[in-house]
């Protein structure tokens, strides 16, 4: 089975300041990883994925994500913080042996508070 | 959210009633996924389906009912078997189906049992 763990519920940050939302992965097999974003009563946006090749992924607004097998992590980061990336993030697996069924399996999700 | 609309945006439902979500895309997206979100909880999977009269079951399907009679859509019924059904439903869909593929989301439909 595939599971996520995003070990923090809550990160809060300054504005301008680097921030990291950390999240771990546990899957059979080669993983494809997701990044999304909530904001209030909306769907999920997606900002970012890693399916094969350079570790570094870049995506939207600004975020980055970095592929570490040998920690079984794919942390997001973003250089410079803003007020308006305050929203909950969500990491998300697939793949495996057997391509997760398809399925992506989510974490339970990190709110992001960046503050002035 | 584009391409993907859900209705109503909030549904209340009287206890032992079935009620039916509305997933429309006009991506022409073949996979389409409903998922549940509670808080603290993340996304649960529900239903999916790759492609038009196919569907597959997901991890807390029970109490829950699909359909794909369409490409472009795929409503999701919580019948009164579902004991806990207050919650925050997300439609999704994505290109094709395989997890390596993104998905797309629609603004959801909070649905609370009176």
């Known amino acids: 089975a595939q599971s996520v763990a995003q070990p923090e519920d809550q990160v809060n940050v300054a504005e301008g300041n680097p921030l990291t939302v950390k999240c771990t992965y546990s899957v059979s097999g080669n993983p494809y990883l997701f990044w999304y974003v909530q904001y209030p009563n909306r769907g999920l946006q997606f900002l970012l994925k890693?399916?094969?090749?350079?570790?570094l992924v870049k995506g939207s607004y600004g975020f980055e994500a970095e592929f570490n097998k040998s920690q079984t992590s794919f942390h997001l980061k973003k250089p410079s913080a803003l007020v308006s990336d305050s929203a909950l993030y969500f990491c998300a697996v697939g793949g495996g042996l057997t391509g997760g069924g398809n399925k992506l399996t989510f974490g339970t999700g990190t709110q992001l508070k960046v503050e002035l | 959210d584009g391409g993907i609309t859900q209705s109503p945006k909030y549904l209340f439902r009287k206890e032992g009633q079935n009620v039916t979500l509305s997933c429309e895309q006009n991506?022409?997206?073949?996979?389409m996924y409903w998922y549940r979100q509670d808080p603290g909880q993340g996304l649960r999977l529900i239903y999916y389906s790759q492609i038009v009269n196919d569907f597959q079951k997901g991890d807390i399907a029970e109490g829950y009912s699909v359909s794909r009679e369409k490409k472009e859509s795929f409503p999701l019924t919580v019948t009164s078997a579902q004991k806990n059904p207050t919650a925050f439903y997300l439609c999704?869909?994505?290109?094709?189906?395989?997890?390596?593929?993104?998905?797309?989301f629609g603004p959801g439909t909070r649905l609370t049992v009176l």
């Open positions: 890693y399916i094969t090749g350079d570790n």
């Open positions: 991506l022409n997206h073949d996979a």
């Open positions: 999704a869909s994505s290109i094709r189906g395989g997890s390596y593929n993104e998905q797309f």
